[in-house]
């Protein structure tokens, strides 16, 4: 059809799937959407229920093949406007544009009248990975996002952290951080098949209430990690984007889909190492992959348990990975396992301890505090610790 014939319509862009519509209508904000129900990438329905929360001002104009009376109606109850069955004429067409705009145009000045003064989140996705198990992956996670949501407001809030657990199989954050969760990442899954907006997305994040962090928990059985797919996780990552301003994410050392899905949309991976041989020849290697797929500022190395001693030394791990390390992590098992047995972070339970305050600073740092980092640092004395053991 042609609708730029028509003078008084403007055709602002067309979308060639789903996925596509949604972010158009994010930037473009149009007036009307007509929207095929046979569309790819995303169910028609969940991107109705997308353009309602992203863009309520805006009306889709659902196109029907017959008189599909059960998705007309699911379309209605999602959002849509109205629904055109084919065949339709163009004056059928125009005329429904037009109704639909006149009718939404209330909604319009009602928006620019009260501009919302939400900031945007930054939705900076930070990945911490290594392909050694054990390497203390989820200890830096849950400690850092704690750490990071307990931080002081600025601009009005503190910083929304959400916390990811995407180990898929054997999840253990929910342990570590002492939560009892009703709702699981398999639930989202299931409940998310159609599209996973905000809204939905929230019921299914458990609230570490001590700190404010949100947290997404791994399946509650192995079984259920295979119901979990690229395309599910691509959605968590983005949705969360939009209303967290930091999203870490512990990942397990095994580089499946769904763990590589989320190092591409991460901002920053940190790389964790320690000081044993095969750990670090496997680090290697994972850098060198790294290295080939991403920006190297994307790839941040830190040691945990940095002052064991083990007959390596810093500058043989700086050597043997070639890059400066962003952050050492020093070990202390008795801070570290009676956190994780009574499933309280050490960086609010012992955060005077030099493991906690290491923690701390690196959170500061990755938040853009920059005098917060520093005083964190100060405390202990700028890594001197380090350097005594290391001399
Ligand atoms: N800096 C540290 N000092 C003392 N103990 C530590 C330190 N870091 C980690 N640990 C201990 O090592 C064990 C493994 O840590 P963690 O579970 O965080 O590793 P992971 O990389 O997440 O493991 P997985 O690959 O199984 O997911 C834990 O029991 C933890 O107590
Ligand atoms: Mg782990």
């Known amino acids: 059809m042609q609708l730029e014939r028509d003078r008084t319509i403007e055709v602002v862009s067309e979308a060639s799937d789903g996925r596509q519509t949604v972010e158009q209508v994010r930037a473009l904000r149009p007036n009307v959407v007509l929207l095929e129900s046979a569309i790819t990438g995303l169910d028609s329905i969940a991107v109705i229920e997308q353009i309602d929360t992203i863009s309520p001002e805006t009306a889709v104009i659902m196109f029907l093949e017959g008189a599909d009376m059960d998705l007309m109606r699911r379309s209605m109850r999602a959002g849509a406007f109205d629904c055109l069955s084919r065949p339709f004429s163009q004056e059928e067409l125009v005329s429904t544009i037009k109704t639909a705009y006149q009718s939404t145009a209330r909604a319009r000045e009602a928006l620019v009248a009260v501009p919302v003064p939400v900031a945007k989140a930054r939705g900076e996705i930070i990945a911490v990975y290594s392909p050694q198990g054990g390497a203390g992956k989820s200890m ?162 830190v040691l945990n348990r940095a002052n064991s001693d083990v007959g390596i030394s810093l500058d043989d791990v700086q050597s043997v990975l070639n890059v400066p390390l962003r952050a050492q992590i020093p070990s202390d098992g008795r801070i570290v396992v009676t956190s994780i047995n009574e499933g309280k972070p050490f960086v609010l339970h012992n955060s005077q301890t030099v493991i906690a305050k290491q923690i701390n600073k690196l959170a500061m740092e990755l938040l853009g505090r920059e005098t917060e980092a520093l005083e964190a640092g100060a405390a202990r004395g700028n890594g001197s610790f380090l350097k005594k053991l290391f001399k």
Do not use: W
């Open 140 to 301: 830096l996670s849950a400690n850092l996002a704690v750490a990071m949501a307990k931080a002081a407001g600025e601009g009005g809030h503190p910083p929304r952290v959400a916390l990811v657990d995407l180990n898929l199989q054997f999840g253990d954050i929910d342990l570590m951080l002492n939560l009892s969760p009703q709702n699981t990442i398999a639930g989202l899954a299931q409940k998310g098949h159609g599209g996973i907006d905000a809204e939905l997305l929230e019921q299914y994040l458990t609230l570490h209430t001590e700190s404010g962090l949100r947290i997404l928990v791994a399946p509650s059985t192995p079984q259920y990690a295979e119901s979990i797919t690229v395309y599910t996780v691509e959605q968590v990552m983005e949705t969360l984007r939009e209303n967290y301003d930091v999203i870490v994410v512990d990942t397990p050392s095994q580089l499946q889909d769904t763990t590589l899905a989320v190092l591409d949309a991460a901002k920053t991976i940190l790389l964790l190492a320690s000081l044993d041989l095969l750990a670090l020849h496997k680090t290697r290697t994972a850098l060198e992959m790294l290295r080939q797929l991403y920006a190297p500022e994307k790839i941040q190395v």
